[in-house]
C-alpha cells in the first residue's frame, strides 16, 4: 500500500520526526519511502475520513498529523498479527508491530533530497528496531497508558483470565490449563490432547508396601479469590477423607493460579497438607506439567550453552531403544539433521541452583514458552539436587519433589499421622514473542531478563493465600564462616564461596535427603561472609559445605526464625575431617566426579549438543561403557606421583562387561610408597568422599586384596542412578576409615578399591576426593 504525500506534508513530517526521535514508537513514526515511483494507492491530503484497506494480511494504518488519521480513528481488526514483512521494492521500508498489529507505512518521494531522508530512514529503522518490544506492548494500554485490566469469564465448566495479553482457560472445578491464547495463537497447548491433558499437577504416590500411583489432583470446589482490573487470584481445591481410601493421596490440595495486570503470563502455586492422623504414604514425585504444539515448538532452551532443535514424539516412537529405558537412537527423525543422534530426557537435567529458566521456542509466530523459578525456597534436596527440566513433546517441567537422583535415600515418607503443609511455589509461566526479522533466539535472552525480575521480586508480595508469607513477614540470619585445618594453615582460613543454606534440624549432611520442609540457600562471598535473606518463620539448623574442603559443616544449635528476625551468627568456624597430615590425594573435594576422566563417546551414540562442550561430556550417553573398552582385562591403576587423576582416574567405577549380559565386578589399585612405619607411630586414616553411589557397595583393602573380609566396607548403598541418568554426582557419602599401621609397611603399599555389586551396567560408584593422612602430629612429607 502507497500514500502519497505532498512536499508540504513531508516537510511537516521532518520537523517532526527530528523534535521527537528520542521519543518515537510505532504510534507517531512513518518512515519515508526513497524511490521508485508507484501509483498512489491512498492519499492523505484529500482524506475525508479515515479507512482501512487490506491486502493480503496486511492492514494500514495512517497516523500522521492529519486530523482524520488518527491511530485511534482506524479501526485495526484483531486479527492482524502478521509476523513478516510484505515483499516490495527495496525503495520501500516496512514496520510492523508485533502483538495484534501490523503496519505497513509508505510515502512517495521525489527523488530530490532523497539521499539526506535516506539516512534519516535508516537511523529511525534500527531505533524503531530496539524499542519494537516495547512498543508492541503499548497496544494493550489505554489512554491513561496503564495495561489493560484483568478480565474473568465465568461458567460451569471452564474459567477464562485474560488481561489483553494473555489469555488462560482453565477446567472447573478440577482445575487443569486447558488452554492458553497468545500472540496469535489459539492455544500454545497441545490440542490433540484431551484438555485434561495440557497443563497439570500430579504426585506420585503410594501406601507403603503397594505400588506406585499417580494422582491428578484434580479439584472438586471452585473458589475466586480475588478479581479486580489489576489482579485475578483463582482457587480449585481437593479434600480428602478417609472414605477416598487409596483411591487417591492423602492430601488436601488448594491449587492457585494468578494473572495481573500488564504480566505475559501466569503465576502459579500450591498448598499441599496432611492432617494429623491420616494414614501412611511415599510421595516421590511433584510437578507441574506443560506439553505444547508439537507442530510449533521445536526449539528448547534450557541454559546459555544448552539448546537446540529436538527431536519429535513421533521421531522418539519410530526409534531405537537403548539399553536405559528413556534413552532411543533417532533412526528416521522427520528432521534428517537428527538422524543417528540419542535423545533422552535425563540429558537435560540441571541443579536446582541452576534452575531458573526454561522452555521452549516457536519459530512461526516467534514465541517463547517459559517455566521461570525464582526461589529454591519450597524445592526439596538443597540447591545441589538435580531434576528434569524440559524435554521432548514438547514438554515443560517444575519439579518441586522427585527422587530423580536421589533414590528413596530422598526421605519422602510420611508417617506416623504427623500433620504437614508446604506452599510451593509461586512459579512463572511466561510468554514472550519478537518480530519476524529478529533471532529468535533472542527471546532467550529476554526471557532470562524477566527471570531476574523475578527473582529480585522474590517473595512476592501479591498471592492471597495466608501459608504464603511477605517479605515482613520472614526473617534474616548472617555471619562469617571459617575453616580451622591445622594441617593446612595455623589460623582459620576464609570458607571461600561457601554454600550455606537453613534446613529442617537434623545430622550433618542431611538436607540433601529432605524434602518435606523448606530450604533457604547462599553461596557466601570470598571471605565466606553470607547473608540468607527472606527466611519463613520456624526453627532451623544452618548447614554448609566449602568448595575445596572436605565433608560437610553443620552448626550445632538450633536457629528460631520468627517475623522480622535479624539474626546475627558472628564467626563460626568450621573444623573438617582431619586426623593428620596429608600423604596423598586424589581429586578435588568438591562433590562432583567432574575433574576425572570422562573417555570420548561411541561415534555412533552421539548428541551432537555436548560433541564440543567438555564439560558436558559426561552427559553423554554409553561413557560408562567405555570402561570395558579401556581395561578388558585388567582394572585401573593408578601410581602415586605418577599417574595424573585428569587422564588416569576414570570417572566411574563401574562393573566390566563380559558379553551375554553378564557383568563382572571390579577393582581399582592406588599405588604408593611409605617410611617409617612402626606400630608405635599410631594409626592413618584414609579419608573418602564419593560423588555417586547406585547399587553398589565398595570394599576397602590395604596390601591384601585376596583378605576374605574387607578391611573397610560401605555396605550396599545408593540409589541415585546418576551414571545412567547422566550426571556427574548424585549423593554425597563421606567415610572417614581408621588404617591400622599393622595394615601398612614400609615401602611400597596398595590401597584394592572394589565395587562388589555387578547385577547392572548402571551399577556404580563416582568419587569425589580421596585422601591418606598420616598419624596425628607427625612430620610426615606430602608425597604429591
Request: hydrophobic residues 35%.
Amino acid at each position: 500500500m502507497i500514500i502519497h504525500a505532498i512536499p508540504s506534508c513531508q516537510e511537516s513530517l521532518e520537523k517532526r520526526v527530528g523534535a521527537k526521535l528520542d521519543q518515537a514508537c510505532l504510534q507517531d513514526l512513518l518512515i519515508p519511502n526513497t524511490g521508485c515511483p508507484v501509483e498512489t494507492l491512498y492519499n492523505i491530503d484529500s482524506a475525508d475520513s479515515p479507512s482501512l484497506h487490506a491486502a493480503g494480511s496486511w492492514y494500514l494504518a495512517e497516523v500522521a498529523s492529519g486530523v482524520n488519521m488518527k491511530l485511534g480513528k482506524v479501526s485495526i481488526p484483531r486479527c492482524s498479527r502478521s509476523l513478516c514483512i510484505q515483499e516490495q521494492p527495496p525503495a520501500y521500508i516496512a514496520v510492523e508491530q508485533v502483538n495484534l498489529l501490523s503496519m505497513i507505512l509508505f510515502i512517495k518521494m521525489d527523488k530530490g533530497g532523497a539521499s539526506l531522508l535516506r539516512w534519516l530512514t535508516i537511523l529511525i529503522w534500527f531505533f524503531l528496531m530496539a524499542k519494537l518490544t516495547a512498543a508492541s506492548r503499548e497496544v494493550f494500554q489505554n489512554e491513561n497508558g496503564k495495561f489493560l485490566g484483568v478480565r474473568l469469564h465465568k461458567n460451569h465448566h471452564q474459567m477464562v483470565m485474560d488481561n489483553g495479553l494473555v489469555q488462560v482457560t482453565l477446567s472447573s472445578p478440577g482445575g487443569d490449563i486447558t488452554g492458553i491464547q497468545y500472540n496469535g495463537i489459539h492455544n500454545v497447548l497441545e490440542t490433540k490432547n484431551r484438555e485434561g491433558n495440557r497443563g497439570y499437577w500430579d504426585v506420585v504416590w503410594n501406601v507403603p508396601g503397594n505400588h506406585i500411583a499417580y494422582d491428578r489432583l484434580k479439584g472438586t470446589d471452585f473458589n475466586v479469590i480475588m478479581e479486580d482490573e489489576d489482579q485475578v487470584e483463582l482457587s480449585f481445591k481437593k479434600t480428602w477423607n478417609f472414605t477416598n481410601g487409596n483411591s487417591s493421596a492423602p492430601l488436601n490440595v488448594d491449587k492457585r493460579y494468578i494473572m495481573r495486570r500488564g504480566s505475559s503470563g501466569v503465576y502459579l502455586y500450591a498448598i499441599l497438607e496432611r492432617l494429623e492422623g491420616w494414614p501412611d504414604m511415599d510421595m516421590d514425585q511433584i510437578r507441574i506439567v506443560f506439553k505444547l504444539q508439537n507442530d510449533k515448538f521445536h526449539f528448547m532452551a534450557i541454559s546459555d550453552d544448552r539448546q537446540r532443535i529436538m527431536p519429535t514424539p513421533r521421531d522418539r516412537l519410530d526409534a531405537q531403544r537403548l539399553a536405559y529405558p528413556e534413552a532411543v537412537l533417532l533412526t528416521n527423525p522427520a528432521n534428517t539433521l537428527l538422524r543417528g543422534e540419542v535423545d533422552d530426557k535425563y540429558q537435560y537435567s540441571c541443579e536446582n541452583k541452576d534452575n531458573r529458566v526454561h522452555g521452549w521456542i516457536s519459530e512461526n509466530p516467534p514465541v517463547g514458552f517459559w517455566m521461570i523459578t525464582p526461589s529454591d525456597e519450597f524445592r526439596s534436596g538443597g540447591p545441589l539436587k538435580q531434576d528434569l527440566t524440559s524435554h521432548v513433546g514438547p514438554t515443560t517441567l517444575s519439579m518441586f519433589t522427585s527422587t530423580h537422583y536421589s533414590g528413596k535415600d530422598l526421605n519422602t515418607k510420611y508417617r506416623n499421622g504427623k500433620p504437614w503443609k508446604k506452599v510451593l511455589g509461586p512459579v512463572f509461566v511466561y510468554l514472550n514473542s519478537i518480530s519476524s526479522l529478529e533471532d529468535p533466539t533472542t527471546l532467550w535472552e529476554d526471557a532470562k531478563d524477566q527471570m531476574s525480575i523475578e527473582v529480585n521480586s522474590w517473595p512476592y508480595d501479591f498471592p492471597q493465600s495466608e501459608d504464603f508469607p511477605s517479605s515482613n513477614r520472614r526473617g534474616n540470619v548472617s555471619g562469617q564462616l571459617l575453616v580451622g585445618d591445622k594441617y593446612i594453615s595455623d589460623n582459620p582460613m576464609w570458607a571461600s564461596y561457601a554454600y550455606v543454606g537453613l534446613a529442617a534440624p537434623g545430622g550433618v549432611g542431611s538436607w540433601q535427603r529432605e524434602a518435606k520442609g523448606y530450604q533457604f540457600w547462599v553461596q557466601a562471598d570470598e571471605e565466606g561472609r553470607f547473608l540468607i535473606e527472606n527466611i519463613r518463620a520456624g526453627h532451623y539448623n544452618l548447614y554448609a559445605w566449602v568448595p575445596g574442603i572436605v565433608g560437610d559443616c553443620r552448626y550445632d544449635v538450633i536457629i528460631y526464625i520468627q517475623p522480622g528476625s535479624d539474626v546475627k551468627l558472628g564467626v563460626l568456624v568450621y573444623e573438617p575431617p582431619r586426623n593428620g597430615p596429608t600423604l596423598w590425594e586424589i581429586g578435588i573435594p568438591d562433590r562432583t566426579a567432574a575433574e576425572f576422566f570422562v573417555p570420548d563417546i561411541y561415534p555412533t551414540l552421539v548428541n551432537k549438543l555436548f560433541v564440543n562442550q567438555s564439560t558436558h561430556r559426561f552427559r553423554q550417553y554409553g561413557v560408562w561403557e567405555r570402561y570395558s573398552d579401556l581395561y578388558p582385562k585388567h582394572d585401573l591403576t593408578y601410581t602415586i606421583g605418577i599417574s595424573n587423576y585428569h587422564q588416569d582416574w576414570f570417572f566411574a567405577q563401574v562393573p566390566r562387561n563380559m558379553g551375554n549380559h553378564t557383568y563382572q565386578a571390579t577393582t581399582w589399585q592406588i599405588k604408593f610408597e611409605i617410611e617409617n612405619v612402626t606400630p608405635s607411630t599410631g594409626n592413618y586414616t584414609l579419608q573418602l568422599a564419593l560423588a555417586s553411589a547406585s547399587a553398589s557397595e565398595l570394599q576397602v583393602r590395604f596390601n591384601d586384596r585376596r583378605a576374605n573380609r574387607p578391611h573397610f566396607t560401605t555396605r550396599l548403598i545408593g540409589r541415585d542412578n546418576a551414571i545412567a541418568r547422566h550426571g556427574i554426582y548424585g549423593l554425597y557419602w563421606f567415610y572417614s576409615i581408621n588404617v591400622p599401621s599393622h595394615l601398612l609397611r614400609n615401602g611400597n603399599n596398595t590401597v584394592y578399591l572394589t565395587q562388589s555389586r555387578s547385577k547392572s551396567p548402571f551399577g556404580g560408584i563416582m568419587y569425589d576426593y580421596i585422601r591418606l593422612e598420616g598419624p596425628p602430629d607427625t612430620g610426615f612429607i606430602s608425597l604429591q
